[in-house]
T-cell receptor
Framework: QKEVEQNSGPLSVPEGAIASLNCTYS??????FFWYRQYSGKSPELIMS????GDKEDGRFTAQLNKASQYVSLLIRDSQPSDSATYLC????????????????FGKGTLLTVNP | KAGVTQTPRYLIKTRGQQVTLSCSPI?????VSWYQQTPGQGLQFLFE???????NKGNFPGRFSGRQFSNSRSEMNVSTLELGDSALYLC?????????????FGPGTRLTVL
């Protein structure tokens, strides 16, 4: 069974620090990876996608992917109290044949708290 | 471009009743997926519809069903509601089925079963 694992947290960091969120997945075949942010009482919001090994930067966010280690992470630089949320890691796995049927599997999320 | 919309946003039902939730995907998106989110279980996949056909299905009982219309709008139905069905029901859409297609969520429908 394909699984996505995240530390549930809470992860607490001071304002201005770097927050590091980690995710591991069980199947080497995965091709695409996503990070979602979910504020309490709201729906998940896509913040990063990454498809190849290495780093991908977008503003204060950096996604890192290591397919050999089956590991993906999200770094948030200069953390702000407004970054306090649950961060969900999602992995796309092929659910059918032909390369046109991929299904997202989500981890249970890591709760991040940024303290002023 | 408008985002994913869901109606209603809040719903209160009693045990044994049935409920229908509606989802309108982003324009041009042909895939619609439904999820149930509860505090203890996280995001659980219900099913995905693509071009009016159910393409993938999660591990939920047959009381949970769905359909998709030719304009890609989707509905989800839960029959014989149980207390444990109280949850946030999320709809998400994406362009198609390729691995790089990004999936976007609607605001959700908060269902309370009394």
């Amino acid at each position: 069974q394909k699984e996505v694992e995240q530390n549930s947290g809470p992860l607490s960091v001071p304002e201005g620090a770097i927050a590091s969120l980690n995710c591991t997945y069980s199947d080497r075949v995965s091709q695409s990876f996503f990070w979602y942010r979910q504020y309490s009482g709201k729906s998940p919001e896509l913040i990063m996608s990454i498809y190849s090994n290495g780093d991908k930067e977008d503003g204060r966010f950096t996604a890192q992917l290591n397919k050999a280690s089956q590991y993906v992470s999200l770094l948030i630089r200069d953390s702000q109290p407004s970054d306090s949320a649950t961060y969900l890691c999602a992995v796309n796995w092929e659910a059918g044949s032909g390369g046109s049927n991929y299904k997202l599997t989500f981890g249970k999320g890591t709760l991040l708290t940024v303290n002023p | 471009k408008a985002g994913v919309t869901q109606t209603p946003r809040y719903l209160i039902k009693t045990r044994g009743q049935q409920v229908t939730l509606s989802c309108s995907p982003i324009s041009g998106h042909r895939s619609v997926s439904w999820y149930q989110q509860t505090p203890g279980q996280g995001l659980q996949f219900l099913f995905e519809y693509f071009s009016e056909t159910q393409r993938n299905k999660g591990n939920f009982p047959g009381r949970f069903s769905g359909r998709q219309f030719s304009n890609s709008r989707s509905e989800m139905n839960v029959s014989t509601l149980e207390l444990g069905d109280s949850a946030l029901y999320l709809c998400a859409s994406k362009t198609g089925g390729a691995s790089f297609h990004e999936q976007f969520f609607g605001p959700g429908t908060r269902l309370t079963v009394l």
